[in-house]
């Protein structure tokens, strides 16, 4: 058999070779190091058996996809560990998770209820396991027998998971005494195990409904070294300590209350961020030729069964019955767009047009997965949609990404990294509009010499897109903005420009948005900054604030000055020691305080105090005027 690897040299091997096998023949350091083989595109184990010629990639701890199979297979150890402690278990599912603080979980229904206490007597059973060099051995078999052989074990969940599937076949996996239903692969040994942690127990209903029965949901993570685990735990260490929920409630920027779940309430400061953020938003867009619109907030199904959104996102909806009609309230503006675009006929003289709009948006987020602001039922997007000619879609992308640089420059966020997304198997276009799309976004890529890599099938049923992923303080990564390339909704709306030989053609959709969802981006800059806000965004720019009570008088008359320049300006005239008032402030992460004593007061000028410069002395209030004006006004 021939093996082609990554770099274009090929491997002959014998007829009966395993990933394993393939490996060592390229060196005995990669034989040690192979977690699982990567055979024409699928992920299989070391030691699956190769058929015929193919491509091979070996992966390694280092491998993008390592992180996923150890984190599968870190659910299969836990498992195997409480099912020693605890005896009898009725498995659900236990899938590795590649988002959040977390890396995996297992459903289990058991009649002992975990206790924080005893997840670490199953972290020490797990470890104990790791040492015991298990290799998990693939075992297929008909989905009849499956049944059978689960049934004997009393395992009621997983016979539904078999019929569940449809198949006429399923695998298992074995490691010492324990045997579960998986399509793998999974690490060759227990042994690789290098750092297991168990995070969290919860309960978790069957199938996520509520109707069902209640399991218990136990989260933990798992690395390949202790180290790589030490230093995800100081990620978390430092991320609670940055919780944006945390530091909103700190800074009064915003609260969640149970009476509206999932849509947050925003603070005269948090509204303040919030409306500024749009207003840094609209600046760019009569920069760039934009026009704002509004449409309803809520449409007759009938608009979202034209878009497709009906049949692929109604379970992510909030839908109504009214009189003789059911109703959805929007979750996103591009169906309303095409709406507005299809209210008159345009000329190619008019393209591009590009809507923009900030109205509400509601999502049908699960109780379970919403998350301060970062996951949310109730948001708003800096939303646009451009309509387009063919001919100028690379312009029009160059003009997106153009205003992304200034946005996350301006911003503080660096340079995103590009995933160009594909479409899904449920694509709704003709294979040539996805051909087409797809094409034209990573020609896009190629031609501006930025770097991306591809997901597959990540994209929407209407569009393949260019995902912007930011990575923060902390090293997380966030999708913010995106674009998408859509030849499908223009389609389906019939919408159509009249070109130069005057035939009604089809325009080109372009789904863009920067920031993504406010709610969300807040959220994710709140932690990114831990709240020390630039000038110009900051809801409170300056305090002023007094060390006697003599000095009030001309603390007003500063706070008066500074606020008719333009400033947004907090005062603490209380009659508290200095050193208090400054300590109170610096809890509040404000950007600059005027102190006024006796001194000061006489001379009308202010001591400042810079968030990150420290003590500056005593400046000339025109001259502090002045530096605020230039900051602030520059976005620096």
Partial sequence: MILTLPDGSTKSLPQGATIHDAALSIGPRLAKDAIAGK?????????????????????????????????????????????????????????P????????????????????EDLRKIEAEMEKIAKE???PVRKEMSAEQAIK???????????????????????????????????????????VFGGVKLMAVTGAYLHGDQKQKMLQRVYGCAFFTRKELDAHLKGLADAEKNDHRRIGT??????????????????????HLYNTLIDFMRELYRKHGYDEVITPLIFKSDLWKASGHYQAFKDGMFMFQAEDAEYGVKPMNCPGHCV??????????????????FSRLHRFEKSGVMHGLTRVRSFAQDDSHIFCT????????????????????????????????????????????????????ADWLKRTGLPYTVSEGQGTHYAPKVALNFRDAMDRSWTLGTMQLDYVLPSRFNLTYMPADGHPTSPVMIHRAILGSLERFIGVYIEHTGGRFPLWLAPEQVRVMTI????IPAGEKIAHALRTAGFRVGTDFRGEKINSKIRDASLQRLPYLAILGAREAEAGSVSVRDRERGDRGVIPLDVFVAELRDKSGSRT
């Fill in 39 to 95: 055979l024409d595109g699928k992920l299989v184990d070391t030691s699956h058996v190769i058929q015929s010629d193919a491509t091979l990639a070996i992966i390694t701890p280092k491998s993008p996809e390592a992180a996923e199979i150890l984190r599968h297979s870190a659910a299969h150890l836990m498992a195997q560990a409480i099912t020693r402690l605890f005896g009898a278990v009725k498995l659900w599912v236990g899938p």
């Fill in 97 to 116: 998770l590649m988002e959040g603080r977390y890396g995996f979980y297992y459903d289990m229904d058991l009649e002992h209820r975990i206790t924080e």
């Fill in 133 to 135: 060099d298990l290799k």
């Fill in 149 to 191: 052989t689960m049934e004997a074990a009393d395992q009621p969940y997983k016979v539904d998971l078999i019929r569940g599937f449809g198949v006429p076949s399923v695998s298992f996996y074995t490691q010492g005494e324990f045997t579960d239903l998986c399509e793998g692969p999974h690490v060759p040994s227990t042994a």
């Fill in 250 to 271: 700190d800074l009064d920027l915003f609260s969640l209350d149970a009476v509206a779940p999932g849509s947050p309430f925003f603070h005269p400061k948090g509204a």
């Fill in 340 to 357: 507005l675009y299809g209210t008159r006929r345009h000329s190619y003289r008019e393209l591009p047009i590009r809507y923009a709009e």
């Fill in 390 to 441: 063919r001919e100028q879609v690379d312009q029009e992308l160059d003009r997106i990404y153009e205003m992304v640089q200034e946005v996350y420059r301006t911003l503080g966020l660096g340079a995103p990294a590009f995933v160009l997304e594909t479409c899904p198997d449920g694509y709704l276009g003709t294979p040539e509009m996805r051909r087409e799309s797809e094409g034209k976004l």
């Fill in 548 to 551: 006697t009570d003599r000095e």
